[in-house]
């Protein structure tokens, strides 16, 4: 059995249609509902580099339970087709996931409205057209493959994919936050279930790594609450603030090291050397600064009074006079 697709040939029981009433406003018939199993996501390695734990997908199986499925990751109200009304976890006998587990996977069951809008739909999944599927979550912990550490801790330097020793590294992904929805995709991110995955930003616990591939996505819209739109707005002030402040310290540096070249190079073109400075980088300017400093320090350096003076050198250029 592969996992990440619809599973045809399911024949819906009353317990079923007992479960889907209480997502409906009025008892719908069998004949009118087109009800199926699909598989959403496994703990194996995916195309990221990223597995889901086994604890993970317990947490998922329950928030997945009412949640809608659309197309694409698509967050118009007309792109909603179906509806999941129970999920469970199963265990592969005989099969191992990439780095040598058993293999446990999230099943789901779905149903949909048969209808004319949905009649060429259900055709198109009862002809294994209309197959894969993504579902998208939200994740609190990411933990490497290689050392155990947490991704967000700015401890751990593995990267994703890459071998070391014999161990290909990638990221266990645990403490699901939150299940948004599942969708009928082409190229889902798991080589079979197709997962995109997004992080729980919370507390100012921010990783940029993490910013970045939840805002960045393969013609996927994004997925983001209110609530994270908020954080990562009030996170983008907090970092335009000091990057204000870090400019106007940078023009202050660049001020005085003018300054500091004026005494030290008496000769030297302000105005050309001023426009160099502006382009240096912090780390370069204060290089330049301590420079310049300590020249000076070595001028100004007072003498001793009973020192004694030196000669001046006498150079009356004889060797070159014939």
């Excluded at 014999?166 to 599942?182: G, H, K, R, T, V």
């Excluded at 729980?200 to 994270?228: A, P, R, V």
């Excluded at 335009?240 to 106007?248: K, N, R, T």
């Excluded at 005085?256 to 980088?281: N, Q, R, W, Y």
Aim: proline share 2%; net charge negative; with cysteine.
């Amino acid at each position: 059995m592969t996992d990440g697709y619809i599973e045809k040939g399911y024949t819906p029981v009353q317990d079923d249609f007992d479960k889907i009433r209480q997502f409906t406003r009025k008892a719908f018939s069998e004949e009118e509902l087109y009800i199926f199993s699909v598989t959403l996501c496994s703990n194996d390695v995916d195309r990221d580099y990223e597995k889901f734990s086994v604890s993970a997908l317990n947490e998922l199986a329950e928030l997945f339970v009412g949640k809608t499925g659309i197309k694409d990751h698509s967050m118009k109200t007309s792109d909603q087709t179906a509806r999941i009304f129970e999920t469970w976890i199963e265990k592969c006998d005989g099969r191992k996931t990439a780095d040598g587990e058993d293999y446990y996977a999230l099943r789901a069951k779905a149903y949909m409205v048969r209808n004319d809008e949905n009649k060429s739909f259900i055709t198109e999944i009862e002809a294994g057209i209309k197959k894969e599927v993504s579902v998208s979550c939200a994740m609190n912990a990411s933990v490497c493959s290689i050392c155990g550490k947490s991704r967000k801790s700015g401890e751990c330097n593995h990267i994703n994919g890459r071998t070391y020793g014999n161990q290909i590294c990638f990221s266990i992904l645990s403490d699901a936050a939150d299940a948004y929805e599942w969708s009928f995709v082409a190229v889902p991110a798991q080589r079979d279930a197709g997962v995109t995955k997004s992080f729980n930003l919370k507390n100012g616990d921010f990783d940029m790594n993490d910013i970045k591939k939840s805002l960045i996505t393969d013609e996927n819209e994004i997925i983001l609450s209110k609530s994270k739109a908020r954080e990562i707005c009030a996170y983008i002030e907090e970092k335009e603030e000091l990057a204000s402040l870090g400019e106007e310290y940078k023009k202050s540096l660049v001020k005085e090291l003018v300054s500091l070249c004026a005494k030290s190079i008496p000769e030297m073109d302000l105005g050309i050397f001023g426009g160099v400075a502006a382009v240096m980088t912090i780390k370069e300017l204060l290089s330049f600064k301590n420079a310049f400093e300590k020249q000076q320090a070595t001028e100004n350096m007072p003498q001793p009074q009973l020192r004694t003076a030196q000669k001046k050198s006498n150079n009356n250029l004889n060797e070159f006079r014939i």
